[in-house]
């Protein structure tokens, strides 16, 4: 339990006075996102993409100004209008879109609660069951019957289309809640508190949890068998802690931030059986938490104790121990980051007191992803984003945050006011930042479109080898083409074009050396053969001579060369290409490597993938300019903004004020290291958020 400073009784957060637009805007940007996210699944005719958005809108409209019921209608959720999803004769399929919904809301229910809570306040309506969220996967159910019954597909073609969109909407609908939230959030819609929510849960699934939000269940898990015992809220018991003691441990917390000692409590009551509640002989904090403060009483910013209720008094059960017990647990998280540098994880240890005041004076910290506290912790972390694991506490960066951090100690008077004007602070950072990052790597666009350049070539010089190939040759001859001479036809083209005489002599020596391996029948075609031989092979050793290509595999390929031109002299038959020799090119795609590209004492690593050629891809989830990812390149973890994406080959441009380079990723590379969690955006996380999911997993692990 958390004390507030407001009315207790008017804890659902109000909606504002431009709600209606709010909600007008919130429903354009959901239908829009969906109907996104359906045409890349399922390509469709705009009809019966429009058609589909008018039946989701439809059940948003309705429920977004459907009044609370009563009755039989309250008891089961639904509306008279709502009860099956299509024509009773169709059983079979409104039982499979139920599951599809019930499924649904299981997969994306943190997401989708998120949501939930903020629609509450949003609409004005504690009542609003989840079963009746404008934005549930009830009305994409919905939709999809009306785009079914648009498409004209019969039964069978209908389910397996659902089969299909609900493997991937399982695995993209969260994103786009995440997405509604962050909408919501901007707008400054808060989340509503769970315990005030009035309408019972009806959907037949575990889609909404009580607290699914990690820190919430962190904090019940912590009041345990203990706290479920606790007297009723009303009485005079209700807390062991009374509000009079309360304010008296807040203002113990201010004296450990002013002065780095606890004054001794005096005139308070024993603690309970099993209490550590220091006593006027007890030692100071800095005895019992040595590791928050230095010599000389100042703030130490290595060791990142957490500070819990054991240390400061508080009784085992009680709820404000839970309280206190959830921060430090989620500080303690935050400290194990192995991607925050000692210097940030010091700035965030020293606003563990102002953070945990504003814990224990405002319910809705733990519920409310928005929350300022919160938020600066947040946005804390992403000011410092990509700084290298060792940065110096002297790197600007962290001497801002540790200003910042101390201005916050300095000011925070009980008022979750004074955080506004800090985390506009730390917004002003970030964009410097990542204006300055923009900056640094528009030096690097010379060698991106240098790259560019080489890829378009290595496209064309593969299709006019495949091409030729297409004529059929022996696996010896097509393995040399494909593997050696397309870098000389690469070399060609960068160096003078297809109209350049490279390219035009590189490309006929091709074409005759496949000419003279067929079986020559009459004596013209043997003379000309003994004409053409001495100019080819000058033609083809210069080649090889230019791309640097070993002595040994020269020697073996003019022998293959000479064995088979005897053979076409005596008429046999040229040998046919293999299916092993036809599936190189499907071979070398799927490989990757490291390369460089360098201009003076500029460098340019790469992540790419062989002679590809341009394959621009559309990666998910959606990669934009302005992002920071976290990506392996070798054995070094790396973290990133994506400044550009070129237009021409999708390769991703990436830089790091601390990098003294930038790298170029291949955008199937970086999709696959995505799907497979090698690499994560990383500038949308939270960090609290994150931190919290760690403790609870922690403290599931060492309950079970």
């Given at each position: 339990m958390a004390y507030q400073t407001t009315n207790p009784t008017s804890t659902t957060p109000q909606a504002p006075e431009d709600a209606f637009a709010i909600l007008r805007d919130c429903r354009t940007f959901y239908l829009k996102q969906l109907g996104q996210l359906l045409q890349e699944a399922e390509p469709v005719s705009p009809k019966a993409i429009q058609v589909f958005q008018e039946a989701v809108g439809s059940y948003f409209d309705e429920m977004a100004s459907s009044a609370r019921r009563s009755g039989f209608e309250d008891a089961q959720g639904l509306t008279a209008s709502r009860i099956s999803l299509v024509k009773e004769s169709d059983l079979e399929l409104d039982i499979r879109l139920t599951d599809f919904t019930s499924r649904l809301m299981e997969k994306t229910g943190g997401d989708l609660w998120r949501v939930y809570l903020r629609f509450i306040t949003l609409l004005a309506r504690p009542d609003l069951s989840t079963a009746d969220n404008p934005v549930g996967p009830k009305g994409i159910a919905l939709g999809l019957t009306e785009l079914c019954a648009e498409l004209g597909e019969n039964h069978?073609?209908?389910?397996?289309?659902?089969?299909?969109?609900?493997?991937?909407?399982a695995q993209n609908l969260s994103y786009l809640y995440a997405k509604l939230n962050d909408f919501l959030g901007a707008r400054k819609i808060a989340a509503a508190q769970p315990a005030l929510i009035t309408a019972p849960d009806t959907t037949p699934v575990a889609s909404a949890p009580t607290a699914p939000n990690a820190a919430v269940l962190l904090q019940q898990q912590l009041l345990g068998p203990a706290g479920a015992t606790l007297p009723a809220a009303n009485s005079p018991a209700a807390n062991l802690l009374s509000q009079a003691m309360f304010e008296r441990l807040l203002a113990r917390l201010d004296d450990l931030e002013r002065t780095g000692h606890l004054a001794p409590l005096v005139g308070e009551p024993s603690a309970p059986s099993g209490g550590n509640r220091p006593t006027g002989n007890d030692p100071s904090l800095e005895t019992l938490i040595p590791g928050l403060f230095t010599a000389g009483k100042e703030k130490a910013l290595v060791a990142h104790k957490p500070l819990n209720s054991n240390e400061?008094?508080?009784?085992?059960?009680?709820p404000e121990a839970a309280t206190i017990d959830t921060l430090a647990k989620i500080f303690e998280a935050i400290f194990a980051s192995p991607n925050l540098p000692d210097a940030v994880k010091g700035a965030l240890s020293s606003l563990q007191i102002p953070t945990l005041k504003a814990a224990m004076l405002d319910a809705s910290f733990f519920t409310d992803e928005a929350h300022p506290a919160r938020r600066l912790l947040d946005k804390m972390a992403r000011a410092a984003i990509g700084q290298a694991i060792d940065v110096s506490s002297r790197h600007p960066v962290c001497v801002s945050l540790q200003q910042i951090a101390s201005r916050v100690r300095s000011e925070y008077t009980n008022n979750t006011d004074i955080f506004a004007p800090h985390i506009a602070e730390l917004d002003a950072l970030i964009a410097s930042r990542d204006e300055a990052v923009a900056r640094s790597a528009e030096a690097y666009l010379p060698l991106l479109y240098q790259l560019d350049r080489q890829k378009q070539a290595a496209q064309r010089s593969l299709q006019f080898i495949e091409s030729i190939l297409a004529r059929g040759a022996p696996d010896s001859i097509a393995a040399f083409l494909r593997e050696q001479w397309h870098k000389v036809l690469l070399v060609s083209l960068l160096e003078g074009g297809e109209q350049g005489n490279a390219w035009q002599e590189n490309t006929a020596a091709i074409n005759d050396l496949l000419w003279s391996i067929q079986p020559k029948s009459d004596v013209d075609e043997r003379k000309r053969l003994a004409k053409i031989l001495p100019p080819m092979l000058q033609k083809l050793n210069a080649g090889m001579a230019r791309i640097g290509?070993?002595?040994?595999?020269?020697?073996?390929?003019?022998?293959?060369?000479?064995?088979?031109?005897?053979?076409?002299?005596?008429?046999l038959a040229t040998p046919a290409a293999s299916d092993q020799a036809a599936a190189i090119p499907a071979l070398r795609e799927s490989r990757s490597f490291m390369g460089e590209l360098a201009a003076g004492e500029r460098i340019l690593k790469t992540l790419d993938r062989p002679d590809d050629g341009i394959q621009p891809i559309r990666l998910r989830p959606p990669v934009q300019p302005g992002h920071w990812l976290r990506f392996a390149l070798g054995e070094e973890v790396l973290c990133g903004r994506l400044c550009q994406i070129s237009p021409e080959s999708g390769m991703l441009l990436l830089a790091n004020p601390d990098w003294d380079y930038a790298v170029a990723i291949h955008p199937g590379i970086l999709d696959g290291m995505l799907k497979s969690g090698s690499a994560r955006i990383c500038s949308n996380e939270s960090l609290f958020n994150l931190a919290a999911e760690q403790a609870l997993q922690r403290a599931n692990r060492a309950s079970g």
């Open positions: 069978d073609k209908t389910l397996d289309r659902i089969d299909r969109l609900e493997t991937y909407l400061l008094g508080i009784p085992t059960g009680a290509v070993p002595a040994d595999v020269q020697s073996a390929f003019l022998d293959t060369c000479f064995e088979l031109q005897t053979a076409a002299m005596r008429g």
